[in-house]
């Protein structure tokens, strides 16, 4: 038992340990390494029916090009006024309306786009126009120029995500405004998929960091995952995934970032599963029961979940049910960190 007057001579002792910039490593060890991780974000899902209409306000009160980015960022509760989804994660949802433009920048935080609702808007990246239609999955790879258009007759909206956190953390962050609000564009929509979406690479062609791809659409991305639900057989923690890939690496399309699409046959229920990596989910097709950490939640088409580090999951889909996800894992392979439980 440690009596009142050592507790007194130890806060003494603490006290002036502060006075010179000093800590005892013992008060803090515990929660300096944990016996497990402890993420501070918690489960959480976004309804995009309730969010649009904040969107479409959004719209009304401030352009495109006054906010350079028009967009309602997805915080989660436990980490309010952090602009964070998970713990290591950003993402939000952007508006562009019709004619509008996001002026054109560029920044070390790597970024995908999932298109949500409309046609019609594109993406620049680096002098190449990219369309975008619901489902395709668009990147914009660190210290590319890019900026954001729209000749649509209505709304376009889409999510990002990026590595903001993680960058953050780091204390690495540059930006940089483009001298015009628009690229010129040089180069013709679908020049990047002739050049690395065919399987073949030049000899002078070296490993890039992301992906030299801009867009995966989503109607060969919906093929895929139909060809391999017919042929293989489904992962009873996963279902039916596809990763979205660098074809100069084989590695993920973002070197912070993993993206891919999962399709769970109605019915399908998966095994619980964890990982150290925290991750979102946006539903695409049919509808999905989340069961996160002892959470129910259920998502319609256009929900995006929350889900944190070490958090055990089962899906249970109805009807047909096809999602998007993306996480943190790369850093943790790349640090030698991520695990996953499989029960």
Same mark, same amino acid.
Request: net charge negative; glycine share 8%.
């Given at each position: 038992?440690?009596?009142?007057?050592?507790?007194?001579?130890?806060?003494?002792?603490? $006290?002036?340990?502060?006075?010179?910039?000093?800590?005892?490593?013992?008060?803090?060890?515990?929660?300096?390494?944990?016996?497990?991780?402890?993420? $501070?974000?918690?489960?959480?899902?976004?309804?995009?029916?309730?969010? /649009?209409?904040?969107?479409?306000?959004?719209?009304?009160?401030i352009t495109a090009e006054e906010?350079?980015?028009?967009?309602?960022?997805?915080?989660?509760?436990?980490?309010?006024?952090? $602009?964070?989804?998970?713990?290591?994660?950003?993402?939000?949802?952007?508006?562009?309306?019709?004619?509008?433009?996001?002026?054109?920048?560029?920044?070390?935080?790597?970024?995908?786009?999932?298109?949500?609702?409309?046609?019609?808007?594109?993406?620049?990246?680096?002098?190449? /126009?990219?369309?975008?239609?619901?489902?395709?999955?668009?990147?914009?790879?660190?210290?590319?120029?890019?900026?954001?258009?729209?000749?649509? $007759?209505?709304?376009?909206?889409?999510?990002?995500?990026?590595?903001?956190?993680?960058?953050?953390?780091? +204390?690495?962050?540059?930006?940089?405004?483009?001298?015009?609000?628009?690229?010129?564009?040089?180069?013709?929509?679908?020049?990047?998929?002739?050049?690395?979406?065919?399987?073949?690479?030049?000899?002078?062609?070296?490993?890039?960091?992301?992906?030299?791809?801009?867009?995966?659409?989503?109607?060969?991305?919906?093929?895929?995952?139909?060809?391999?639900? +017919?042929?293989?057989?489904?992962?009873?923690?996963?279902?039916?995934?596809?990763?979205?890939?660098?074809?100069?690496?084989?590695?993920?399309?973002?070197?912070?970032?993993?993206?891919?699409?999962?399709?769970?046959?109605?019915?399908?229920?998966?095994?619980?599963?964890?990982?150290?990596?925290?991750?979102?989910?946006?539903?695409?097709?049919?509808?999905?029961?989340?069961?996160?950490?002892? +959470?129910?939640?259920?998502?319609?088409?256009?929900?995006?979940?929350?889900?944190?580090?070490?958090?055990?999951?089962?899906?249970?889909?109805?009807?047909?049910?096809?999602?998007?996800?993306?996480?943190?894992?790369?850093?943790?392979?790349?640090?030698?960190?991520?695990?996953?439980?499989?029960?």
């Amino acid at each position: 038992m440690t009596s009142s007057s050592q507790l007194s001579e130890r806060e003494s002792y603490y $006290s002036e340990l502060g006075n010179h910039s000093l800590a005892p490593l013992w008060a803090s060890l515990a929660r300096l390494v944990p016996p497990s991780p402890q993420p $501070s974000a918690q489960a959480f899902a976004w309804k995009y029916a309730e969010i /649009r209409q904040h969107l479409l306000t959004a719209g009304n009160l401030i352009t495109a090009e006054e906010a350079e980015r028009r967009v309602l960022v997805l915080e989660n509760p436990s980490l309010s006024g952090q $602009s964070r989804i998970t713990d290591t994660l950003y993402a939000g949802l952007q508006l562009i309306l019709p004619g509008e433009v996001a002026p054109a920048h560029r920044h070390v935080q790597s970024a995908l786009r999932f298109a949500i609702e409309g046609e019609g808007a594109y993406t620049a990246v680096n002098g190449e /126009r990219v369309s975008m239609s619901p489902g395709d999955f668009i990147i914009t790879p660190a210290w590319t120029w890019h900026d954001h258009g729209s000749e649509s $007759s209505g709304p376009v909206v889409w999510l990002d995500g990026l590595d903001v956190p993680f960058i953050d953390f780091l +204390k690495a962050g540059f930006r940089e405004q483009y001298e015009h609000a628009s690229q010129i564009a040089h180069r013709s929509e679908g020049e990047a998929r002739l050049r690395f979406g065919s399987g073949m690479l030049r000899p002078s062609d070296k490993p890039t960091n992301s992906s030299p791809l801009f867009k995966y659409p989503y109607d060969q991305t919906k093929a895929a995952l139909a060809l391999i639900s +017919k042929t293989e057989e489904i992962d009873a923690h996963r279902g039916f995934e596809i990763r979205y890939i660098n074809p100069t690496t084989g590695g993920d399309a973002l070197p912070t970032i993993s993206a891919g699409m999962r399709l769970l046959p109605d019915g399908f229920k998966t095994s619980p599963y964890r990982s150290t990596d925290g991750s979102v989910i946006v539903l695409v097709e049919g509808s999905l029961r989340a069961t996160v950490a002892d +959470k129910e939640i259920t998502l319609s088409p256009k929900d995006v979940l929350a889900i944190p580090a070490w958090a055990s999951v089962t899906l249970e889909a109805s009807g047909e049910t096809v999602l998007f996800n993306f996480s943190d894992a790369p850093v943790h392979q790349k640090l030698g960190l991520w695990r996953e439980e499989r029960s």
